[in-house]
């Protein structure tokens, strides 16, 4: 189209493009007819679709998107042609997922693996690094699981899908606090006795100069021992 064709005022134009307004009626069956057989594909993945996505789940789901879209609002683009690829779609996913029961390996490859943040009260540092994971989106996911400082956890995983699990202590250990910092004096108890690295949480005896025997840091905090009562 040419700039000299755009006309601001042309609302035949800016509602139906260059299609004439009776398209909207083949929109509506498109619409319909590939929604239904979207439904269908999304029903035979399983029931792991209505859960957490794992990595090529979420790619599945994308793909979908890209396929439906032109067939519904594209009067040059055939329907079948929609239905096929969906179809084809849902038998490489299906033949994906057989194919983890064979190769451990493959299914590691292609959906990762967990990975322990988490070692009795201990950031694993080199992890979060590797995994891209910031201590403060590791600290927000633990928030959410009600753990109010790292002596509460003994394994911290996170899963290959992107959840926390964790497993805390049976019997309460001292920790680095992960919450806010305006926030500790009012609901946490400190050691003043202990020292926690502020980067991995390691707490030792350790004189506050010294650099931490785990990660090689210097900065070193109170640990937390308990709750406040009434809290």
């Known amino acids: ?17 260059e299609s004439p307004p009776e398209i909207l009626i083949e929109v509506i069956l498109r619409s319909i007819i590939l929604y239904a057989a979207l439904l269908l594909v999304v029903r035979l993945l399983g ?26 609002h594209g009067p040059s683009h055939g329907i079948a042609i ?22 451990r390996k493959w299914e590691d490859i292609m959906q990762g693996r967990l990975t322990i943040l988490v070692k009795n009260g201990i950031i694993a540092v080199k992890e979060l690094e590797k995994h891209y994971f910031s201590r403060q989106q590791l600290f927000e996911l633990l928030r959410e699981k009600e753990i109010r400082h790292l002596g509460q956890v003994k394994r911290a995983y ?15 250990q001292l920790g680095l606090s992960i919450l806010p910092v305006k926030d500790i004096e009012s609901i946490i108890i400190e050691d003043e006795n202990h020292s926690a690295c502020a980067w991995c ?5 350790t004189d506050e100069f010294a650099r931490c025997a785990v990660c090689g840091h ?3 905090v109170k640990p937390s021992k308990e709750f406040v009562k009434d809290e």
């Open 218 to 220: 210097d900065h070193w």
């Open 158 to 172: 996170i899963e290959a899908s992107g959840t926390l699990s964790i497993y805390k202590q049976k019997e309460v």
């Open 47 to 72: 029931k792991r679709t209505n859960s957490i996505l794992t990595i090529t789940e979420r790619a599945v789901f994308i793909t979908l998107g890209a396929i439906v879209a032109m067939p519904m």
């Open 1 to 17: 189209m040419d700039k000299d064709d755009i006309d601001i005022t042309d609302w035949n134009r800016i509602l139906f493009g």
């Open 201 to 205: 949480g390691n707490v030792t005896l």
């Open 82 to 103: 929609g239905v096929i690829v969906l179809l084809t779609v849902l038998f490489l996913q299906r033949t994906l997922t057989r194919s983890f029961f064979i190769s």
